[in-house]
């Protein structure tokens, strides 16, 4: 009954339009009120426990380097390198978003940011090239999900802190089917884009791409500092941000000089107004897992799915499915909040690895981003781009259909996942 009720007053609120933060906090007052156990203190005491934790300040200076990397010229700087390498082949632009796609998201973490970023460079270039321009936005569109994947990412943060994950293993475990999300779009591409006549790009020189090289170093650098750090000790995830954070001011206002103080007032605010939903969503969240935990629906999920937990694949693959739908309707953040500390038990008694887990709940949610009727990646293409959104929709399908073969895929072979993350780690 307690289910029924946490799934009927969440979905409730959500429906008669509250805000999924205080539909969050609604459901948890509710959960109190029919446990009998109503205190306004519990939701007060979780809020602020949900906040004060060190490994979120990482949102906040990872948010901040993605705003600084877009407008100080490092963006712009990263596109230019991938047209010079790859401009060239046939349906290469397209090539060239995903190849930017995939080195931007080793640097900011925002799927939002970096497709707005590649849809108001490239959209414009692959449509007077003569592309199919809903099919170009449903590509950038695609793209840019991989960026909550390969770390620095702020869904894996969110999710290592609500369910009491390692985050660098996390952030390790995302490189490799993060790639193959790349290479999956650009498979889908080369074959869907014959459909197009178009022209290929002049083949930059030598020293054309030893010139946009020269430029782009700086940019490029930012992974190599951040992971490297990671992956070698000497920075946590936490610390990584902030260390990203300053290297995207130092590039963008000495280096490449596009970023003036006057900018720093308006990329600042804009920092703050993202994470402040962020944490408000994860303040408000906490309130409903401690009251997840109180009521113990994770034990009443587990009698519905208990056949099913001596079949890890099986298992994952209903999990994949429920999160696949919820996905459909929420946001990244939210999804995960709702249905980690539901899921978390379950996958544990089922001895399925938490990491490789984290990986494709990520993974799922990312699809989500890019699934009717919420799409907010979606609607950050039809708003750059300037592309009805019908049409975005329909030129995403392919892309679709791919990101979703690769989470089945990873869902039958979980060593594609878990071998590279234990020697990476």
Known sequence: MTLLVFIASLLGAMAIGVPVAFALMFCGVILMWFMGMFNSQIIAQNMIIGADTFTLLAIPFFILAGELMNSGGLSKRIIEFAIACVGHIRGGLGVVAIMAAVIMASISGS???????????????????????????????????????????????????????????????????GLIMGLSLVATWLVVVRKDNVAPLPKASATDRLSATGRALWALGMPVIILGGIKAGVVTPTEAAVIAAAYALFVGMVVYRELKPKDLPRVILQAAKTTSIIMFLV???????????????????????????????????????????????????????????????????????????????????????????????????????????????????????????????????????????????
């Open 111 to 177: 799927a939002a940011a970096d497709t707005a970023a590649l849809a108001a460079i490239l959209i414009p270039m692959m449509a007077k090239a003569g592309y199919n321009v809903p099919r170009s936005g449903g590509l950038i569109a695609s793209g840019g999900i991989i960026a909550p994947v390969i770390p620095p990412s702020m869904a894996f943060i969110v999710f290592g802190v609500a369910a009491n994950v390692s985050i660098t293993q996390l952030f390790m475990a995302g490189i490799v089917p």
């Open 283 to 425: 303040c408000a969240a906490l309130v409903s897992a401690w009251l997840i935990t109180a009521a113990n629906i994770p034990a009443e999920v587990t009698r519905y799915i208990a056949p099913l937990i001596d079949r890890p694949k099986l298992l994952m693959f209903v999990i994949m499915l429920l999160i696949l739908v919820v996905g459909t309707a929420l946001d990244l953040t939210p999804t995960i909040l709702i249905l980690t500390p539901v899921l978390m038990p379950i996958i544990k008694q089922a001895g399925i690895d938490p990491v490789y887990f984290g990986v494709l709940f990520i993974m799922n949610c990312c699809i989500g981003l890019i699934t009717p009727p919420v799409g907010v990646v979606l609607n950050v293409v039809s708003g750059v781009g300037r592309i009805p959104l019908g049409k975005v929709v329909t030129g995403i399908l392919p892309f679709l259909a791919a990101q979703i073969c690769v989470l089945m895929l990873l869902v039958l072979f979980p060593d594609i996942v878990i071998v590279p993350a234990r020697w990476l780690h």
